[in-house]
Each structure stands twice: as C-alpha cells, then as structure tokens.
C-alpha cells in the first residue's frame, strides 16, 4: 500500500481556488473509487469531490472552511493495492509533507470531476490571504473547573490505532481535542487532551466563539451529544457555569449586548456577484421602463392548470406564464436577446433563449439559466423551472449551468415587493423584473366599449436594458408584448 495525496482538483470556468465546507470522511475510514469525500464552495458553486482512488483515508490536510489553491493537497489516503503495482502509474509511496503542505514524489493534479480539467489561464494563482495573527500571541485562556488548557491540533496527534468520533452531519468543527470516547449507549462526549480531535459545533456557533477570541476546547458542551452550543459559550465567557440547554431560547436574536456591529466575510457566490453587479453597472449603460397590467386572465389560466391532469406533477406559477410569455415576446424583438462585443465592436444577437430565473438562496444570488427555452412548451418549461430553483437552493447547482445565459428574469413579487430596477446580469442585454400581484380597483371595458370599476389583479414588470444596443422603441415594445400575452395568455397561440 502507498499513501498518497489528493490535490484539490480544477473546477473549471477560470476558478482558481475553492472553499473546503464540510468533510465526508474523517482518518480512519475506509473509501472506494469515486466515493465523496468533501464538499467545496467556489465563487459559483457547490461541488462535490470523489477520489479516485479506494483505500483508507490517513490524514485531512485542510480544516473546514478554510480557502485553497486549486492543486494544493486536501487529504492523504492509503492506497490499497497501490505497492508495488507500477501499472497503477502512481506506485511511489507519497509521504506526506506537513510542513510545505505538498507531497515527496510530486503528485500530479488529478482532475477527476466530469467535464471539468485543467483550463488555459488558471496555471497562475491568486496570492495567499496573510495567515490570521497567531493565537498564541493572546494570553490563552486556562480550562474550565482548573482543567489545564488542551492541546491545540498542530500540538496533538491521533494515536496509532486510535478512532477519533466524526462530527455530526451539518456541523462545523473546531480545531481543538476530541471526545476520547463517550458514555454507554452514546451518551455526553468526555473531552481528554490525549488524541487530537475536534470539538463539536455548529458553524454560527464556532464563529461566534472565533470573532471573540474563544477557543471551542476550553468549553463544555450542555447537549448529550457533545455539541456545543451558543449558549455554552456565552456561559464559558461569562465565567460561570453552563446554562441548561432551554435558556439559550432567552438569547438575543439581535446583535448581543454591547454589540454595535456584526463583520460578514464576502467569498464564495457572494464576492463574484458583487464583483459581477459592479462590473455590469458600470460598463452597461442602464435603462429602465415599467408597465402596469391586469393580470386576471392569468391568474385564471394559472388555476385551470394546476386542476389539469397533464400539470398535476408539475408546480404552475404565474412565473411560467411569465416565462413563456418572455420567449414569444423575444421571437417578436429578436434584437432583446443579444449582447454587445466591445473588442469586435459588434452586436451578437442569439438565435436561441438561455433564460436566467434569479434565485435567492442562503450562499447568495444565483441565476442558473434553462438552456434553449424558446424550444419548449408550458409543461417543459414548467418542469426546468422547478428543477432550476429546487438545485439552486439546495447549492447543487453547476458553474455549467449559471453561464451562457442570455436573459434573465427576477421575481421580486414573492417577497411582496411591486417592482424593481434590476442591474442586468454580466454578457446578457436585458433583465424582467416581475412584481406582487395585487387585487386592486381597475377600470374595465366591455364588450359595448362602456367603462366600469372592478377588482381585478394587477401586478408591475419593469425591464432594464443596455442602451448601447437597445434603444428606447425596441425595449418599449419588447415590453409591452409581455405584457399583453399576461394580460390575455390566449394571444400566445397567435403570436407563438
């Protein structure tokens, strides 16, 4: 057998270096080919990483949430079968180097994700961010009940032969001793110094106790599973014993006591997308145009669809209505669905919809497109919406899958909000924004051309264009044939 080292492996679209989020294995387990072991955050995603090799994991080199260059060592694993085997390719045992962080023997990058490979361009990385000041400059905080301090992890090591616990799913862990065992019938961890662990913790709760200077293994956890808790470090700060476990209900839920400001790191999803809105809002000349309809045919449609058995296992929403309204809409004004070269100084119109749906989600704004939309029919296009949002919220969606849009619409409505002036999303021309539909007192025609007051639904759509290639006639009738396909969904069947 041979240890050898997995390099964090190249994600593609230009990305350089990945954020590690949780770990799936822990030293000590057994892996096959293509098992997952981590989970990454790039600046677009969420990704999971398989090895490609089958043995038992020795070592992770990188604790969670920390930032690494693509090719630097993640985990070092050993190898079954992998001695003496030189048609495996990679016979020679690579001992891990701790201190440099590479291994003996020059390991190559292993691109193992599927599409994914070395890409021209990425060869040279970003510059490290500084190491954070050492902790050892700051007086360390002695144990709890005159327990002496525990070992940091780079003082401790896991003993030959000895299990370390793993953390629980969807915890963050600290770099601090681990339980040495736990009580019968998995019971409350006991913490020893003598194996080199972690504690256990949620990932607000470690921040919480980084941003004051707290070191996780000097507090006790309350909780019968080991973890600790908010409240356990509030108890440890205040020098007093532990509270129950029912009294962190009683926290404050803003800010703390003499707590005036709150620091949010921007990486990940959240740092590109600033970067791309700033790029876009100052490169793009914007303009924005609002209209307001009645949507009550619409609203109509919508109900008669969830009752149709053809949609019953699919989600309708006006949002889809919205979205096959814009596809018809940009076969009436093809010029919409275009971007601008500014090397070539030309104008690239698209023959083909990659329609963007912005998505909220906890890591950020994303926008993940559905590919060729001008293609599909109400239930297609019903099913890629549900599939779109549902990836996306769950963080599960491809860099693939967020690039090549080339039009998007936002959906500030169901967060109860009437409009917007959205910045356009980098390399598209135009972005719907699609407003809280409201019953509201609205002046209706007859069939008699007599005007009368009634209560219909009405919402607003607003849309922001580039200037530099759409000019006011086209994004004005662009927008107006939205909305009179919402306004009456049966002119669809005419203009479609």
């Known amino acids: 057998m041979a240890v050898k080292q997995f390099n964090l492996p190249d994600p593609g679209e230009g990305l350089v270096e990945a954020e590690i989020v949780t770990w799936k294995v822990k030293a000590g387990?057994?892996?096959?080919?293509?098992?997952?072991?981590?989970?990454?955050?790039?600046?677009?995603?969420?990704?999971?990483?398989?090895?490609?090799?089958?043995?038992?994991?020795?070592?992770?080199?990188?604790?969670?949430?920390?930032?690494?260059?693509?090719?630097?060592?993640?985990?070092?694993?050993?190898?079954?079968?992998?001695?003496?085997?030189?048609?495996?390719?990679?016979?020679?045992?690579?001992?891990?180097?701790?201190?440099?962080?590479?291994?003996?023997?020059?390991?190559?990058?292993?691109?193992?994700?599927?599409?994914?490979?070395?890409?021209?361009?990425?060869?040279?990385?970003?510059?490290?961010?500084?190491?954070?000041?050492?902790?050892?400059?700051?007086p360390e905080p002695a144990g709890r009940g005159g327990e002496p301090p525990r070992a940091s992890r780079l003082e401790t090591s896991v003993a030959a032969g000895g299990e370390s616990p793993s953390a629980a799913p969807g915890f963050d862990t600290d770099s601090a001793s681990?339980?040495?065992?736990?009580?019968?019938?998995?019971?409350?961890?006991?913490?020893?110094?003598?194996?080199?662990?972690?504690?256990?913790?949620?990932?607000?709760?470690?921040?919480?106790?980084?941003?004051?200077?707290?070191?996780?293994?000097?507090?006790?956890?309350?909780?019968?599973d080991g973890v600790i808790s908010r409240a356990d470090v509030e108890a440890f700060i205040a020098g007093g014993a532990p509270e129950a476990p029912a009294a962190a209900a009683a926290a404050p839920t803003y800010g703390q006591a003499g707590e005036r400001e709150t620091r949010i790191p921007v990486k990940g999803v959240r740092k590109m997308t600033a970067q791309a809105m700033v790029g876009s809002a100052f490169t793009a000349p914007h303009v924005t145009e609002f209209i307001t309809i009645d949507v009550t045919r619409t609203m109509e449609l919508v109900e008669r669809l969830k009752a149709d058995r053809e949609f019953r296992d699919v989600k309708v929403t006006p949002l889809l209505v919205l979205a096959k309204a814009l596809c018809i809409a940009i076969r009436r004004n093809p010029g919409m669905n275009a971007t601008w070269d500014e090397q070539a100084q030309e104008i690239v119109q698209k023959n083909y919809v990659n329609l963007g749906i912005a998505a909220a989600t906890p890591r950020g704004l994303l926008v993940p497109n559905?590919?060729?939309?001008?293609?599909?029919?109400?239930?297609?296009?019903?099913?890629?919406?549900?599939?779109?949002?549902?990836?996306?919220?769950?963080?599960?969606?491809?860099?693939?899958?967020?690039?090549?849009?080339?039009?998007?619409?936002?959906?500030?409505?169901?967060?109860?909000?009437?409009?917007?002036?959205?910045?356009?999303?980098?390399?598209?021309?135009?972005?719907?924004?699609?407003?809280?539909?409201?019953?509201?007192?609205?002046?209706?025609?007859?069939?008699?051309?007599?005007?009368?007051?009634?209560?219909?639904?009405?919402?607003?759509?607003?849309?922001?264009?580039?200037?530099?290639?759409?000019?006011?006639?086209?994004?004005?009738?662009?927008?107006?044939?939205?909305?009179?396909?919402?306004?009456?969904?049966?002119?669809?069947?005419?203009?479609?």
Not at 69 to 86: K, L, N, R, T, W
Not at 108 to 133: F, Q
Not at 199 to 211: I, N, Q, T
Not at 452 to 471: C, G, K, M, N, P
């Open 178 to 224: 681990a339980p040495s065992g736990s009580t019968s019938g998995g019971g409350a961890w006991s913490y020893s110094t003598s194996n080199g662990g972690k504690a256990l913790a949620k990932p607000p709760v470690r921040k919480f106790a980084k941003d004051r200077g707290i070191d996780l293994s000097q507090v006790i956890p309350t909780r019968e």
């Open 370 to 496: 559905i590919k060729d939309a001008q293609t599909m029919d109400l239930r297609q296009l019903a099913e890629a919406i549900g599939a779109l949002t549902t990836t996306a919220r769950e963080g599960r969606t491809r860099p693939a899958e967020m690039s090549g849009g080339t039009i998007t619409i936002t959906n500030v409505g169901v967060f109860g909000v009437d409009t917007g002036t959205p910045i356009i999303n980098p390399g598209e021309s135009a972005i719907v924004c699609f407003g809280a539909i409201r019953k509201q007192p609205w002046v209706v025609t007859d069939a008699d051309g007599n005007d009368e007051l009634a209560i219909r639904q009405v919402t607003q759509l607003s849309v922001s264009f580039d200037h530099r290639l759409i000019d006011g006639e086209l994004g004005s009738r662009f927008l107006a044939d939205v909305a009179a396909v919402l306004e009456d969904p049966s002119r669809g069947l005419v203009w479609g």
């Open 29 to 138: 387990d057994t892996v096959k080919t293509n098992d997952i072991v981590v989970e990454i955050e790039t600046a677009k995603s969420l990704v999971e990483l398989p090895i490609p090799w089958e043995g038992t994991v020795v070592e992770l080199l990188v604790e969670e949430g920390t930032t690494v260059d693509v090719g630097a060592p993640i985990v070092s694993v050993d190898v079954a079968g992998a001695e003496g085997d030189p048609a495996d390719g990679s016979a020679t045992d690579l001992v891990p180097d701790t201190a440099s962080g590479s291994a003996a023997g020059g390991e190559e990058r292993v691109a193992n994700l599927v599409g994914y490979g070395p890409s021209a361009g990425t060869t040279t990385r970003r510059k490290r961010r500084p190491a954070a000041p050492a902790a050892a400059a700051a």
